[in-house]
Structures are given as C-alpha cells and as structure tokens.
C-alpha cells in the first residue's frame, strides 16, 4: 500500500476509530506547544530515529504527524521502505489541524 495523505476530518475518524498507533515526530521543544490526543513521540532529528521506528509492530496501522507535513512525510516513505503496510500521513500537520479547531492537548 501507499502512504495516504488525508485531512483533518479523515485522520480525526481514523485515530478515533482505528486500532493503530497514532505517531508525532516533532521535536520536544515543538511538543510543549500541544499534541493530538496521546501520540507516541519520536523525534524526527534524533540520532536513533530509524531504529526507533524499527521498534514498532509492523502489523499496526500508523497515523503520522508533524507541525507542517514535511517531516512526518519523509517518515511515512521510510516506514513504506521498512514494510509497513498502512500508513497515513496528516497533511497540513500538527498546524493546520490546531488552526482549523480540531482538538488538542496542551
């Protein structure tokens, strides 16, 4: 499968209804400023990030966020590469969805 690029509206129905790991890859110091819902973080620039991702079920469906797009882009192509099979990716980010007034947790 392809990474999917979805909305605020198709990434809110699928960390409510789905049964997957919902992934933020902003750094800490972004982090401060809110998250969507309980995310699991791992910093994009850390040294580790690859193997951290390693870490992760493989069989799990994974929504991945970052504060514009860029980052949790590239994620979702590295987590494709390492077989993951479904893979969404929020576009606008962590900005766009705060921005629109979908919830956060600050």
Do not use: H
């Not at 129905?13 to 790991?21: A, D, M, V, Y």
């Not at 987590?79 to 576009?91: P, T």
Request: hydrophobic fraction near 30%.
């Amino acid at each position: 499968m392809a990474v999917e690029q979805v909305d605020n509206e198709t990434f809110q129905k699928l960390i409510t209804e789905g049964n997957g790991i919902l992934l933020d890859v902003r750094t800490e110091e972004e982090i401060t400023n809110g998250v969507i819902l309980e995310p699991k973080k791992i910093d994009f620039s850390s040294a580790d990030f690859s193997e951290q991702l390693d870490r992760l079920p493989k069989d799990s469906e994974i929504y991945v966020y970052c504060a514009v797009g860029g980052r949790s882009g590239k994620t979702a192509e590295l987590l494709k590469e390492k077989g993951f099979k479904k893979i969404y990716n929020l576009r606008g980010g962590y900005e766009e969805w705060k921005k629109e007034g979908y919830p956060v947790n600050e």
